[in-house]
C-alpha cells in the first residue's frame, strides 16, 4: 500500500499570508490570510481586506470564479460570507447566484469558508483547489474572489505558514499554485535565465532525477523553437488523486508557469516513464502557448491542436516514439474527425470545447498543425516548419503584448503564409472532411485502410521531407540497435 494512503499522520495547518500588489489599472493592493484548521481540514478559512480602504473599481461586487475547465458550481463551496466596514460593522449584502454577492454599501473586509473537499468528478483534481484530510492543492484563482478587470495580472507576494515559513513572489497571484501536506521533496535547478522548481509527492516507478531529466530536454526543446524563455519561474508539481482511481488515469493542468500532473501511476516502469515524458511534453508547451501570449478568446483549436502536434515532433526527435506511432496517431485523430457527425469548423467547435467537443477540437487541432507542417516543409524544402508559425505568434503576441483575440491573431499570421491559406479555409473556417491524400504525398505517405504508411517507392523529395519530420532519426536509430 502505498505511503499515501495511510489513515493517520499529521494533519497540517497552513496558514498562508497573501499581500497583493495589484498592477491592474486601479491600483488594488489586498492582504489575505488562508487558514486550514485541524478540526476542519478540508475548509479553508479566508480573512481579507482591501489594504488601501475598499475597491476602486467603485464594485461592491464580491465575486468568485463559478465554473473553471468545464467544472461548474464553484460559487456553491463558498459558504458564511461577512463583509465589513471600515468600523468593523457588518455590511448587508444581496446574493442571486452563489459565488456572487454585492454588498448594500461600501465594504473593507471579506471573510468567508471555502468547502474544499475534493469533488466527485476525479478529472478536477488537475484543474480546482482541494483538501482531504493530509494533503491538497490550493489554487489561489479559485480561492480568492476575483477583483479588478478579466484577465488583469496581479503581482504578490504569498508566505505560506505550514511548519515552516515559505514565501512566494508571484506576478499574478490568480495563475499562484500551492501544494500542501507531507511526503513532498522540492528541489531544484537553474536553465539559463529560468528556474525549474518541482514538487513530487509520493512513490512513483519513474524517479526523481528522470522528472529532472525530462524537464530539461523538453524545456531546451521548446525553448529552440520559441527562443525566449516564458517565465523566470516554472514550478513542476507531481501529486496522485485524492481518491483512489484507476492506473493509468491522470489529469494535468498549466497555469502561468505552474504545471500541476495529478496521476495514478502505470504497471510497468517502461510506461511510467513513457507517461511521465507524455504529460510533461503537453503541459511544458503551454507555458508559452497559451500562457505565454496575450490572446484571448476561445482559441483552443490552436493551442491544444499545436500542442498535441508539437509534442509528437518532439518524442521522434528525442526518439520516444517511432515513426510508425508518429503516423498511428495521425490516423487515429484523422478518423475521430471523420466520424463527426455534426461537422462544425475548428472556431465553432472552440466555443464547445467543454460541451463535448474536446475530443473533436484535439483531434482536427493536430491533423491540421500535420498539414500545416507538410506544406511549409515542401515549400520551403525543409527550411521552414509549423514551428516557424508558433514562434512567430509567440513572438508577436507574448506579455506584455495588448491583448486580442486569439483566433483572429493565429489565423491572420498563418494567411500570409500563402500555402497555409487553403487549410485554414477548409478545416479552421470550415467544417470539411479531412482530404489530405495531396499533402501526404508530399512526404511519401499514403492512407491506406490500415492507417498512413510510407510508400514503397519515394523519390528524393519525398525522402528529404520525410526525413525533415524526423523519419531518418527513427531508422537510423533502429539500425544501430
Ligand atoms: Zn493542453
Known amino acids: 500500500m502505498p505511503t499515501y494512503f495511510r489513515p493517520y499522520y499529521l494533519i497540517f495547518i497552513a496558514l498562508v499570508q497573501l499581500l497583493h500588489f495589484f498592477t491592474n489599472s486601479y491600483g488594488q493592493q489586498i492582504e489575505a490570510k488562508v487558514e486550514i484548521r485541524r478540526e476542519a481540514p478540508t475548509t479553508a478559512l479566508v480573512n481579507g481586506h482591501f489594504l488601501d480602504g475598499v475597491q476602486k473599481s467603485g464594485n461592491r461586487n ?12 464553484l460559487g ?15 455590511v448587508k449584502f444581496q446574493t442571486a447566484v452563489p459565488g456572487e454577492y454585492v454588498a448594500d454599501s461600501e465594504f473593507t473586509d471579506w471573510n468567508y469558508s471555502v468547502d474544499l473537499s475534493p469533488r466527485k468528478e476525479q478529472n478536477a483534481a488537475a484543474h480546482l483547489s482541494w483538501l482531504s484530510s493530509d494533503r491538497g492543492i490550493l489554487m489561489f484563482g479559485d480561492l480568492l474572489p476575483i477583483f479588478g478587470t478579466s484577465g488583469s495580472k496581479i503581482s504578490a507576494q504569498i508566505i505560506l505558514r505550514t511548519s515552516k515559513d515559505l514565501q512566494i513572489n508571484s506576478p499574478n497571484i490568480y495563475d499562484e499554485v500551492v501544494a500542501v501536506g507531507k511526503d513532498q521533496r522540492s528541489f531544484s535547478e537553474t ?21 529532472k531529466k525530462f524537464a530539461d530536454e523538453i524545456y531546451g526543446y521548446y525553448k529552440n523553437v520559441f527562443v525566449s ?10 501529486m496522485r488523486f485524492p481518491g483512489d482511481v484507476q492506473p493509468g488515469a491522470w489529469q494535468a493542468n498549466t497555469r502561468g508557469g505552474n504545471i500541476t500532473l495529478v496521476s495514478s501511476d502505470m504497471p510497468f516502469k ?23 501570449v496575450n490572446l484571448g478568446g476561445n482559441y483552443d483549436w490552436f493551442y491544444e491542436g499545436f500542442a498535441l502536434y508539437s509534442s509528437l515532433k518532439l518524442a521522434l526527435a528525442h526518439n520516444r516514439i517511432r515513426f510508425e506511432d508518429f503516423l498511428d496517431t495521425l490516423s487515429r485523430a484523422h478518423a475521430i474527425d471523420a466520424r463527426q457527425a455534426d461537422r462544425l ?9 467543454f460541451s463535448g467537443s474536446e475530443t473533436y477540437i484535439y483531434a482536427r487541432g493536430m491533423v491540421t498543425a500535420f498539414l500545416c507542417d507538410l506544406v511549409l516543409l515542401s515549400h520551403s524544402r525543409g527550411k521552414g516548419s509549423v514551428f516557424d508559425v508558433l514562434r512567430e505568434i509567440y513572438t508577436r503576441h507574448k506579455y506584455p503584448s495588448p491583448r486580442v483575440d486569439g483566433s483572429t491573431a493565429v489565423i491572420s499570421i498563418m ?31 499514403e492512407y491506406t485502410k490500415n492507417g498512413l504508411a510510407v510508400m514503397a517507392k519515394l523519390s528524393g523529395r519525398q525522402k528529404d521531407l520525410l526525413n525533415s519530420l524526423g523519419y531518418n532519426n527513427w531508422q537510423r536509430l533502429s539500425q544501430t540497435k
Open 415 to 445: 494567411r500570409k503564409h500563402s500555402e497555409l491559406i487553403p487549410i485554414v479555409d477548409k478545416y479552421i473556417d470550415g467544417s470539411g472532411g479531412i482530404e489530405w491524400e495531396s499533402e501526404l504525398s508530399l512526404a511519401g505517405i
Open 270 to 292: 517502461t510506461q511510467s516513464l513513457q507517461r511521465l515524458h507524455e504529460q510533461l511534453r503537453h503541459e511544458m508547451f503551454h507555458l508559452w502557448i497559451p500562457n505565454g
Open 191 to 211: 536553465r539559463g535565465d529560468t528556474k525549474l522548481r518541482f514538487e513530487i509527492s509520493g512513490n512513483w516507478l519513474f524517479s526523481d532525477e528522470d522528472v
Open 229 to 238: 524563455d516564458p517565465v523566470k519561474d516554472v514550478s513542476i508539481r507531481i
Open 62 to 73: 464580491l465575486s468568485f470564479v463559478r465554473s473553471y475547465a468545464g467544472f461548474t458550481d
Open 345 to 353: 469548423s475548428l472556431i465553432t467547435a472552440s466555443g464547445n470545447r
Open 76 to 90: 456553491k463551496r463558498i459558504v458564511n460570507v461577512v463583509l465589513k466596514d471600515a468600523n468593523g460593522n457588518p
